[in-house]
């Protein structure tokens, strides 16, 4: 890491903060019905190999986030199409879903997995899942409950999700509760002002991401409670049943991921767990690498690899 980023704040809040190049490469915008009448919106970019990138961003955000505009430059500069998925609601996806997106969506993955599969049966698909979608995609590669991809990689992904609950509300970490919690307000509001869904869920600007869950994620999702939503959707009792090659990335310096759950966590042979001593959330700023984002460097040696297998 550079010496003005060695520890996990700061490589956190610089790596969200520090400006990347967007990716100004053309598209098609794609739709994927789901099961229950909602549907995601998404950009397909088209490539030359027979390899399709699927990349999920995390809480809060959408497919315009700066991580997933370099995952897709990356990606296709190697020649590769990608789809990059707006969960439900989110970005282009406004007002296309009622229900809510949460970690334990591995049934909307399946659902954008089996559409691709659809429209391009002779692809090999490597997915991607940054935080959040990180733990929806290694929920839905152990359940085995719906259409899966053939590889994946899952960065800084929560596996233990009451544990990062409860670790983001306290000390510093509080700063990021209260932006997630202010971006998933802000969702709720928008699905109200849409006619969508009923004003009745409860949320304050003060609230923690861990009563957020409770007022709103746990009821919205189906759950009895919050409790029961970590219990049910967490990846980490699930990684020993994954079948596909995967890759976890993560760090040790995550201020509320800690990396001890996939550590510990028993884990099947194809799943490799990459670990550095720093790079916060999804941060990993480098020193000698292109911009500085060695998370990129990180993402094509593992798209190299496992697109090749």
């Not at 990347?20 to 598209?27: D, T």
């Not at 509300?169 to 932006?179: I, T």
């Not at 202010?182 to 004003?199: F, M, Q, S, Y």
């Not at 304050?204 to 009895?224: E, I, K, V």
Request: with cysteine.
């Amino acid at each position: 890491p550079p010496a003005w980023a060695k520890n996990g704040h700061l490589q956190t809040i610089l790596g969200n903060y520090l400006p990347s190049p967007p990716c100004e490469r053309p598209f098609t915008r794609i739709r994927v019905e789901l099961a229950d009448g909602d549907a995601l919106a998404g950009r397909a970019f088209e490539g030359t190999s027979d390899g399709l990138v699927l990349v999920f961003h995390g809480l809060g955000g959408d497919a315009s986030a700066h991580y997933v505009q370099r995952t897709t430059e990356l990606a296709q500069r190697r020649g590769h199409s990608v789809w990059t998925m707006n969960h439900r609601g989110c970005g282009e996806g406004r007002g296309l879903a009622r229900g809510t997106y949460h970690s334990g969506r591995g049934d909307d993955l399946g659902a954008v997995f089996a559409e691709a599969r659809r429209r391009h049966p002779g692809k090999r698909q490597l997915a991607i899942g940054f935080s959040l979608s990180g733990n929806a995609l290694l929920f839905n590669l152990g359940k085995h409950a719906w259409a899966e991809p053939d590889c994946a990689i899952a960065v800084n992904p929560p596996v233990n999700l009451e544990r990062s609950a409860i670790l983001i509300k306290s000390g510093l970490n509080r700063l990021y509760d209260l932006r997630f919690v202010k971006r998933c307000r802000t969702a709720v509001r928008e699905r109200h002002v849409d006619g969508l869904i009923p004003d009745h869920y409860l949320t304050r600007w003060s609230m923690t991401l861990h009563d957020f869950d409770n007022a709103y994620t746990a009821p919205a999702g189906g759950f009895r409670d919050r409790e029961d939503y970590y219990a049910t959707c967490s990846a980490g009792p699930v990684l020993a049943h994954i079948t596909k090659p995967t890759v976890i990335l993560t760090a040790k310096d995550d201020p509320f991921v800690p990396w001890r759950d996939p550590f510990e966590a028993a884990k099947a042979d194809c799943v490799h767990l990459h670990l550095e001593e720093v790079g916060g959330h999804m941060g990993y700023l480098s020193q000698g690498v292109p911009g500085r984002r060695w998370q990129d460097v990180a993402l094509g040696h593992y798209l190299d690899r496992l697109l090749a297998t």
